[in-house]
């Protein structure tokens, strides 16, 4: 990824258009308007996103819980993909968590997202359990991962 063509920041209100356009792109049972508006508003929740020519080409989002983090969703847009812009955005989401002192992170991913699971085993990212039938759509299984970011930070 060339990152002269992508800026990293946090997204506000001013962002909430792009938000759930890229959403509905990228998810089926997508977030509301409402949904992201409440992230944004309120102080335990970020959305993290990275823009090419101003347009929203992937975002992060998560909740901070005292020194942890859950990572609730992270989108990249199909013209953006496989050109490392999630890998980008993970790990300048997580080098900021490092630096507010962020001690770990968690997420929960559909067994059947290939991509997804690449992504974050690849991080370091370690399975810690599953969740059985847990998406309602089609009942598949959630996989769940942790990441010590003191360890990460030590390599």
């Given amino acids: 990824m060339n990152d002269v063509f992508y ?5 506000e209100i001013c962002d909430l258009d792009d938000l759930v356009a890229l959403e ?3 998810f ?6 409402q949904q992201f508006w409440l992230c944004i508003k309120q102080k335990e929740y970020y959305i993290f996103g990275l ?4 347009k929203l080409a992937a975002y992060m989002s998560f909740q901070h ?8 969703k992270l989108a990249v847009h199909p013209a953006h993909r496989r ?7 993970l790990g300048l989401v997580l080098q900021n968590c490092m630096n507010m002192g962020i001690k770990k992170a968690y997420l ?10 690449a992504l974050y085993t690849g991080f370091g990212f370690v399975q810690t359990g599953i969740r059985k039938g847990y998406y309602p759509d089609n009942k598949e299984d959630a996989l769940l991962f942790s990441l010590n970011l003191i360890t990460r930070r030590k390599d």
């Fill in 7 to 11: 800026k990293f920041g946090k997204l």
């Fill in 24 to 26: 509905k792109i990228c």
């Fill in 28 to 33: 089926p049972h997508a977030w509301t308007e």
């Fill in 51 to 54: 823009k090419k020519a101003g």
């Fill in 65 to 72: 819980i005292i020194d942890e983090i859950e990572i609730l």
């Fill in 83 to 89: 050109k490392g812009i999630g890998k980008r955005l």
């Fill in 108 to 117: 929960e991913v559909r067994r059947s997202n290939t991509a997804a699971l």
